[in-house]
Protein backbone atom coordinates (compact mmCIF):
# COMPACT_ATOMS: atom_id res chain seq x y z
CA UNK A 1 0.00 0.00 0.00
CA UNK A 2 1.32 3.66 -0.84
CA UNK A 3 1.19 5.87 2.04
CA UNK A 4 -0.24 9.13 2.39
CA UNK A 5 1.65 11.88 0.99
CA UNK A 6 1.49 15.62 3.38
CA UNK A 7 0.84 18.06 0.63
CA UNK A 8 -1.51 16.19 -1.44
CA UNK A 9 -5.15 15.05 -1.62
CA UNK A 10 -6.78 13.98 1.35
CA UNK A 11 -3.40 15.37 3.03
CA UNK A 12 -3.03 18.42 1.67
CA UNK A 13 -1.89 20.08 4.84
CA UNK A 14 -0.98 23.01 3.05
CA UNK A 15 -4.27 23.81 1.88
CA UNK A 16 -5.63 23.65 5.35
CA UNK A 17 -2.90 25.93 6.85
CA UNK A 18 -3.80 28.14 3.99
CA UNK A 19 -7.40 28.36 4.77
CA UNK A 20 -6.73 28.63 8.62
CA UNK A 21 -4.54 31.86 7.37
CA UNK A 22 -7.55 32.98 5.35
CA UNK A 23 -9.39 33.21 8.13
CA UNK A 24 -7.35 34.84 9.87
CA UNK A 25 -6.98 31.92 12.55
CA UNK A 26 -3.00 30.27 12.76
CA UNK A 27 -1.92 30.45 16.22
CA UNK A 28 1.45 31.71 16.38
CA UNK A 29 3.40 30.61 19.33
CA UNK A 30 5.94 33.44 20.96
CA UNK A 31 9.17 32.24 22.42
CA UNK A 32 10.05 33.90 26.01
CA UNK A 33 13.57 34.66 26.63
CA UNK A 34 13.45 35.16 30.44
CA UNK A 35 10.51 36.25 33.12
CA UNK A 36 10.22 39.19 35.37
CA UNK A 37 7.16 38.76 36.74
CA UNK A 38 5.05 39.88 33.68
CA UNK A 39 7.53 41.38 32.43
CA UNK A 40 8.79 38.96 29.31
CA UNK A 41 11.85 39.30 27.19
CA UNK A 42 10.55 37.87 23.84
CA UNK A 43 12.81 37.83 20.93
CA UNK A 44 15.06 40.41 22.82
CA UNK A 45 12.57 42.67 23.24
CA UNK A 46 11.06 43.87 26.62
CA UNK A 47 7.60 43.34 26.76
CA UNK A 48 4.93 44.07 29.51
CA UNK A 49 2.24 40.97 29.10
CA UNK A 50 -1.64 40.81 30.74
CA UNK A 51 -1.54 37.15 29.10
CA UNK A 52 -0.79 34.84 31.74
CA UNK A 53 -2.94 32.74 34.13
CA UNK A 54 -0.25 33.46 36.91
CA UNK A 55 -3.19 35.09 39.09
CA UNK A 56 -1.47 35.76 42.33
CA UNK A 57 2.12 36.13 40.79
CA UNK A 58 3.86 32.93 42.71
CA UNK A 59 5.28 31.33 39.70
CA UNK A 60 8.63 32.87 40.52
CA UNK A 61 7.94 33.70 44.32
CA UNK A 62 11.14 32.98 45.87
CA UNK A 63 9.56 30.49 48.61
CA UNK A 64 8.26 28.42 46.16
CA UNK A 65 11.47 28.30 43.96
CA UNK A 66 13.44 26.88 46.97
CA UNK A 67 11.09 24.72 47.82
CA UNK A 68 11.72 23.22 44.22
CA UNK A 69 15.21 23.42 45.03
CA UNK A 70 15.35 21.45 48.30
CA UNK A 71 12.85 18.77 46.84
CA UNK A 72 15.02 18.57 43.76
CA UNK A 73 18.12 17.91 45.95
CA UNK A 74 16.09 14.97 48.32
CA UNK A 75 13.89 13.21 45.64
CA UNK A 76 15.36 13.64 42.51
CA UNK A 77 13.41 15.31 39.34
CA UNK A 78 11.34 12.21 38.17
CA UNK A 79 8.39 10.34 39.61
CA UNK A 80 9.98 6.67 37.75
CA UNK A 81 5.88 5.43 37.17
CA UNK A 82 2.61 5.82 37.18
CA UNK A 83 1.16 6.50 40.95
CA UNK A 84 -0.75 3.18 41.85
CA UNK A 85 3.21 1.40 41.28
CA UNK A 86 5.94 3.72 43.12
CA UNK A 87 4.81 7.01 41.82
CA UNK A 88 2.90 8.29 44.62
CA UNK A 89 5.68 9.67 47.11
CA UNK A 90 5.33 10.83 50.74
CA UNK A 91 5.21 14.48 49.12
CA UNK A 92 2.49 13.12 46.95
CA UNK A 93 0.33 12.23 50.13
CA UNK A 94 1.06 14.84 52.08
CA UNK A 95 0.19 17.46 49.01
CA UNK A 96 -3.14 15.73 48.85
CA UNK A 97 -4.11 16.12 52.07
CA UNK A 98 -3.54 19.48 52.34
CA UNK A 99 -5.40 20.26 49.51
CA UNK A 100 -8.43 18.42 50.66
CA UNK A 101 -8.08 20.77 53.99
CA UNK A 102 -7.84 23.50 51.57
CA UNK A 103 -10.61 23.70 49.93
CA UNK A 104 -12.65 22.05 53.02
CA UNK A 105 -13.84 18.43 51.35
CA UNK A 106 -12.57 15.38 52.55
CA UNK A 107 -10.38 14.25 50.60
CA UNK A 108 -8.38 14.70 47.42
CA UNK A 109 -6.72 13.83 44.47
CA UNK A 110 -3.79 15.18 42.74
CA UNK A 111 -3.44 14.83 38.86
CA UNK A 112 0.25 15.64 36.84
CA UNK A 113 -1.99 18.10 34.81
CA UNK A 114 -5.71 20.04 33.99
CA UNK A 115 -6.47 18.86 30.98
CA UNK A 116 -5.65 15.06 31.17
CA UNK A 117 -7.75 15.19 35.07
CA UNK A 118 -10.62 16.62 33.37
CA UNK A 119 -10.63 14.38 30.15
CA UNK A 120 -10.47 11.24 32.10
CA UNK A 121 -12.54 11.91 35.20
CA UNK A 122 -15.95 12.50 32.88
CA UNK A 123 -15.50 9.15 31.63
CA UNK A 124 -14.65 7.53 34.75
CA UNK A 125 -17.90 8.65 36.05
CA UNK A 126 -20.32 8.38 33.01
CA UNK A 127 -20.43 5.76 30.24
CA UNK A 128 -22.98 4.28 27.82
CA UNK A 129 -26.92 4.86 29.14
CA UNK A 130 -26.15 7.37 31.23
CA UNK A 131 -26.34 11.50 30.63
CA UNK A 132 -23.65 14.52 30.40
CA UNK A 133 -25.07 17.71 30.65
CA UNK A 134 -22.35 20.28 29.86
CA UNK A 135 -22.69 24.23 29.60
CA UNK A 136 -22.32 25.38 26.22
CA UNK A 137 -19.08 27.30 27.19
CA UNK A 138 -16.98 24.80 28.79
CA UNK A 139 -13.75 24.12 28.40
CA UNK A 140 -12.72 22.00 25.68
CA UNK A 141 -11.08 19.70 28.32
CA UNK A 142 -14.89 19.13 29.89
CA UNK A 143 -15.85 18.50 26.69
CA UNK A 144 -13.78 16.39 25.28
CA UNK A 145 -14.09 14.80 28.66
CA UNK A 146 -18.08 14.41 27.65
CA UNK A 147 -16.92 12.99 24.19
CA UNK A 148 -14.60 10.34 25.55
CA UNK A 149 -17.52 8.78 27.89
CA UNK A 150 -19.67 7.62 25.09
CA UNK A 151 -22.36 8.95 27.50
CA UNK A 152 -25.63 10.74 25.97
CA UNK A 153 -24.18 14.51 25.88
CA UNK A 154 -26.48 17.47 25.91
CA UNK A 155 -25.44 21.04 25.81
CA UNK A 156 -27.32 23.83 28.34
CA UNK A 157 -27.43 27.49 27.29
CA UNK A 158 -24.79 29.42 29.02
CA UNK A 159 -25.35 29.55 32.78
CA UNK A 160 -28.85 28.78 32.06
CA UNK A 161 -30.20 27.10 35.06
CA UNK A 162 -34.13 26.89 33.73
CA UNK A 163 -32.55 25.06 30.47
CA UNK A 164 -30.71 22.70 32.52
CA UNK A 165 -33.65 22.06 34.66
CA UNK A 166 -36.02 20.92 31.84
CA UNK A 167 -33.36 18.53 30.20
CA UNK A 168 -32.88 16.81 33.66
CA UNK A 169 -36.50 16.64 34.15
CA UNK A 170 -36.65 15.05 30.33
CA UNK A 171 -34.02 12.76 31.05
CA UNK A 172 -33.96 8.96 31.49
CA UNK A 173 -30.63 8.04 31.77
CA UNK A 174 -29.63 5.76 34.01
CA UNK A 175 -26.97 8.08 35.57
CA UNK A 176 -27.00 12.50 35.33
CA UNK A 177 -23.65 13.87 35.78
CA UNK A 178 -23.76 17.97 35.13
CA UNK A 179 -20.42 19.69 34.13
CA UNK A 180 -19.24 23.54 34.62
CA UNK A 181 -16.58 25.73 34.65
CA UNK A 182 -16.62 27.94 37.80
CA UNK A 183 -15.21 30.29 36.18
CA UNK A 184 -15.47 30.71 32.54
CA UNK A 185 -11.90 31.24 30.98
CA UNK A 186 -12.78 33.44 28.14
CA UNK A 187 -15.73 35.28 30.07
CA UNK A 188 -14.60 35.29 32.86
CA UNK A 189 -18.28 35.04 34.41
CA UNK A 190 -18.87 32.72 37.26
CA UNK A 191 -21.41 29.94 36.87
CA UNK A 192 -24.51 29.58 39.68
CA UNK A 193 -22.96 26.70 41.82
CA UNK A 194 -25.85 26.66 44.47
CA UNK A 195 -28.73 26.71 41.88
CA UNK A 196 -26.79 23.24 39.87
CA UNK A 197 -26.03 21.72 43.11
CA UNK A 198 -29.90 22.33 44.10
CA UNK A 199 -30.66 20.59 40.75
CA UNK A 200 -28.22 17.86 41.38
CA UNK A 201 -29.94 17.09 44.28
CA UNK A 202 -33.47 17.27 43.12
CA UNK A 203 -32.68 15.13 40.08
CA UNK A 204 -30.16 12.61 41.61
CA UNK A 205 -27.31 13.87 40.01
CA UNK A 206 -23.67 14.66 40.17
CA UNK A 207 -21.81 17.76 40.09
CA UNK A 208 -17.98 17.88 38.53
CA UNK A 209 -17.28 21.71 39.34
CA UNK A 210 -13.31 23.10 37.39
CA UNK A 211 -12.81 25.79 38.87
CA UNK A 212 -9.34 26.41 37.00
CA UNK A 213 -9.64 30.50 37.44
CA UNK A 214 -11.23 30.27 40.83
CA UNK A 215 -8.94 28.27 42.91
CA UNK A 216 -6.54 30.55 44.86
CA UNK A 217 -8.45 33.82 44.07
CA UNK A 218 -11.70 33.64 45.05
CA UNK A 219 -13.70 31.94 48.36
CA UNK A 220 -12.51 32.63 51.94
CA UNK A 221 -8.44 32.34 51.93
CA UNK A 222 -8.31 31.76 48.55
CA UNK A 223 -10.09 28.22 49.02
CA UNK A 224 -11.87 29.00 45.64
CA UNK A 225 -15.56 29.26 43.83
CA UNK A 226 -17.55 26.23 45.60
CA UNK A 227 -16.21 27.65 49.02
CA UNK A 228 -17.67 31.05 48.10
CA UNK A 229 -20.56 29.64 47.65
CA UNK A 230 -20.14 27.75 50.89
CA UNK A 231 -20.82 24.29 48.96
CA UNK A 232 -20.74 21.29 50.67
CA UNK A 233 -22.45 17.76 49.22
CA UNK A 234 -21.74 14.38 48.79
CA UNK A 235 -23.10 15.12 45.45
CA UNK A 236 -20.23 17.48 44.62
CA UNK A 237 -16.51 16.80 42.88
CA UNK A 238 -14.60 19.78 43.30
CA UNK A 239 -11.77 20.37 40.46
CA UNK A 240 -9.09 22.94 40.27
CA UNK A 241 -5.49 23.04 38.44
CA UNK A 242 -2.92 24.33 40.21
CA UNK A 243 -0.56 26.09 37.23
CA UNK A 244 -2.71 29.14 37.50
CA UNK A 245 -3.28 30.44 40.75
CA UNK A 246 -1.03 28.72 42.73
CA UNK A 247 1.88 28.98 40.40
CA UNK A 248 3.13 25.47 39.64
CA UNK A 249 1.69 22.64 37.67
CA UNK A 250 -1.05 19.52 38.28
CA UNK A 251 -4.48 19.49 39.12
CA UNK A 252 -6.66 17.53 41.66
CA UNK A 253 -10.64 16.44 42.34
CA UNK A 254 -11.66 17.13 45.70
CA UNK A 255 -14.95 15.42 47.11
CA UNK A 256 -16.54 12.25 49.27
CA UNK A 257 -13.95 10.16 50.30
CA UNK A 258 -15.29 7.29 48.43
CA UNK A 259 -15.99 9.20 45.31
CA UNK A 260 -12.50 10.16 45.19
CA UNK A 261 -11.60 6.31 45.98
CA UNK A 262 -14.09 5.32 43.30
CA UNK A 263 -11.79 7.90 40.99
CA UNK A 264 -8.23 6.63 41.77
CA UNK A 265 -9.57 3.36 40.85
CA UNK A 266 -11.32 4.24 37.24
CA UNK A 267 -9.69 7.23 36.22
CA UNK A 268 -7.43 6.26 33.50
CA UNK A 269 -5.41 9.38 32.73
CA UNK A 270 -4.58 8.77 36.65
CA UNK A 271 -3.75 5.20 36.19
CA UNK A 272 -1.86 4.53 33.50
CA UNK A 273 0.32 8.08 33.36
CA UNK A 274 3.85 8.74 34.80
CA UNK A 275 2.89 10.54 38.59
CA UNK A 276 4.19 13.98 38.87
CA UNK A 277 7.79 14.54 40.14
CA UNK A 278 7.27 15.10 44.21
CA UNK A 279 9.38 18.32 43.21
CA UNK A 280 6.46 19.50 42.23
CA UNK A 281 4.14 18.27 44.92
CA UNK A 282 6.51 19.92 47.77
CA UNK A 283 7.03 23.36 45.74
CA UNK A 284 2.82 23.36 45.23
CA UNK A 285 2.94 22.47 49.65
CA UNK A 286 5.17 25.63 49.48
CA UNK A 287 2.63 27.21 47.50
CA UNK A 288 -0.61 26.73 49.29
CA UNK A 289 0.98 28.34 52.58
CA UNK A 290 1.64 31.05 50.66
CA UNK A 291 -1.52 31.91 49.02
CA UNK A 292 -2.98 31.50 53.17
CA UNK A 293 -0.57 33.66 53.93
CA UNK A 294 -0.17 36.80 52.05
CA UNK A 295 -3.94 37.87 51.44
CA UNK A 296 -2.73 41.14 50.05
CA UNK A 297 -2.47 39.41 46.35
CA UNK A 298 -6.21 38.70 46.51
CA UNK A 299 -6.95 42.43 47.60
CA UNK A 300 -4.59 43.88 44.62
CA UNK A 301 -6.25 41.80 41.95
CA UNK A 302 -9.38 43.29 43.63
CA UNK A 303 -7.98 46.60 43.59
CA UNK A 304 -6.92 45.96 39.32
CA UNK A 305 -10.21 44.79 38.48
CA UNK A 306 -11.84 47.64 40.12
CA UNK A 307 -9.70 49.88 37.55
CA UNK A 308 -10.21 47.90 34.61
CA UNK A 309 -13.86 48.21 35.30
CA UNK A 310 -14.40 52.11 35.89
CA UNK A 311 -12.33 52.78 32.86
CA UNK A 312 -14.23 55.60 31.00
CA UNK A 313 -12.27 55.45 27.68
CA UNK A 314 -12.44 52.43 25.86
CA UNK A 315 -12.75 52.68 21.99
CA UNK A 316 -16.53 52.65 20.96
CA UNK A 317 -16.43 49.39 19.32
CA UNK A 318 -14.54 47.35 22.02
CA UNK A 319 -17.17 46.25 23.92
CA UNK A 320 -15.81 44.76 27.80
CA UNK A 321 -17.52 41.96 29.33
CA UNK A 322 -19.42 41.63 32.59
CA UNK A 323 -16.45 40.09 34.68
CA UNK A 324 -15.43 40.63 38.29
CA UNK A 325 -12.38 38.44 37.90
CA UNK A 326 -9.28 38.84 36.65
CA UNK A 327 -10.47 37.81 33.70
CA UNK A 328 -10.99 40.42 31.64
CA UNK A 329 -12.41 40.04 28.40
CA UNK A 330 -12.60 42.94 25.47
CA UNK A 331 -14.80 42.12 22.93
CA UNK A 332 -14.16 43.28 19.08
CA UNK A 333 -15.89 40.97 17.02
CA UNK A 334 -14.01 39.91 13.93
CA UNK A 335 -10.76 38.39 14.21
CA UNK A 336 -9.34 41.53 12.41
CA UNK A 337 -10.50 43.71 14.48
CA UNK A 338 -9.05 41.42 17.30
CA UNK A 339 -5.71 41.13 15.73
CA UNK A 340 -5.15 44.50 14.65
CA UNK A 341 -5.78 46.07 18.35
CA UNK A 342 -3.79 43.24 19.83
CA UNK A 343 -0.55 44.37 17.33
CA UNK A 344 -1.58 48.33 18.05
CA UNK A 345 -0.80 47.38 21.80
CA UNK A 346 2.09 44.92 20.74
CA UNK A 347 3.74 48.56 19.06
CA UNK A 348 3.34 49.72 22.37
CA UNK A 349 5.26 47.13 24.11
CA UNK A 350 2.23 45.65 25.55
CA UNK A 351 1.00 41.95 25.19
CA UNK A 352 -2.60 41.32 25.32
CA UNK A 353 -3.36 38.07 23.22
CA UNK A 354 -6.28 38.14 20.78
CA UNK A 355 -8.20 35.04 21.22
CA UNK A 356 -10.44 33.86 18.38
CA UNK A 357 -12.92 30.88 17.28
CA UNK A 358 -12.45 27.83 18.17
CA UNK A 359 -11.53 28.78 21.45
CA UNK A 360 -14.40 31.47 21.79
CA UNK A 361 -18.07 31.36 19.66
CA UNK A 362 -17.79 32.61 15.87
CA UNK A 363 -18.11 36.89 16.20
CA UNK A 364 -16.75 37.22 19.62
CA UNK A 365 -12.74 37.54 18.87
CA UNK A 366 -11.53 39.61 21.71
CA UNK A 367 -8.27 40.71 24.20
CA UNK A 368 -8.65 38.49 26.74
CA UNK A 369 -7.12 41.20 29.66
CA UNK A 370 -5.66 38.59 32.38
CA UNK A 371 -4.54 40.51 35.69
CA UNK A 372 -1.85 39.26 38.16
CA UNK A 373 -0.85 40.21 41.89
CA UNK A 374 2.40 40.88 40.07
CA UNK A 375 1.36 43.86 37.74
CA UNK A 376 1.86 47.05 39.75
CA UNK A 377 -1.31 49.73 39.49
CA UNK A 378 0.94 51.49 37.28
CA UNK A 379 1.69 48.89 35.30
CA UNK A 380 -2.50 48.95 34.37
CA UNK A 381 -2.84 52.70 33.88
CA UNK A 382 -0.25 52.15 31.53
CA UNK A 383 -2.47 49.81 29.48
CA UNK A 384 -5.29 52.11 29.87
CA UNK A 385 -3.18 54.93 28.59
CA UNK A 386 -2.14 52.66 25.62
CA UNK A 387 -6.29 52.46 25.56
CA UNK A 388 -6.76 55.65 25.19
CA UNK A 389 -4.48 56.18 22.45
CA UNK A 390 -6.35 53.75 20.19
CA UNK A 391 -9.30 55.26 21.51
CA UNK A 392 -8.39 59.15 20.17
Partial sequence: MTPPHTGAGAWDFGAELRALDAEQLRRQRRVIDA???????????????????????????????????????????????????????????????????????????????GF??????VP?????????????????????????????????????????????????????????????????????????LDLAER??????????????????????????????????????????AAGVAGAFVAGADDAVE?????????IFATAAPAMIAETLRASLRVI??????????????????EHERWPAAWRLGDSDTPVQPVILGSNEAALDAMRRLWDQGLWVPAIRPPTVPAGSARLRLSLSAAHQPEDLRRLLRAVDRIAA
Avoid at 179 to 184: G, H, I, K, L, Y
Avoid at 217 to 226: E, F, N, R, T, Y
Avoid at 292 to 309: N, P
Wanted: net charge positive.
Fill in 116 to 121: PANAGL
Fill in 203 to 244: FDALLLVDDAHGFGVLGPGGAGSAAACGLRSPRLLYMATLGK
Fill in 35 to 113: YDGPRLRIDGRDMLAFCSNDYLGLAQHPALVQAARDAAARWGVGATASPLVCGHGRAHEELERELAAFVGLPRALYFYA
Fill in 124 to 196: ALAGRGDAVFSDALNHACLIDGARLSRAEVQVYAHRDVDDLARRLQACRARRRLITTDAVFSMDGTIAPLREL
Fill in 292 to 309: AEESWRRERLRELVRMVR
Fill in 262 to 270: FLMQRTRSY
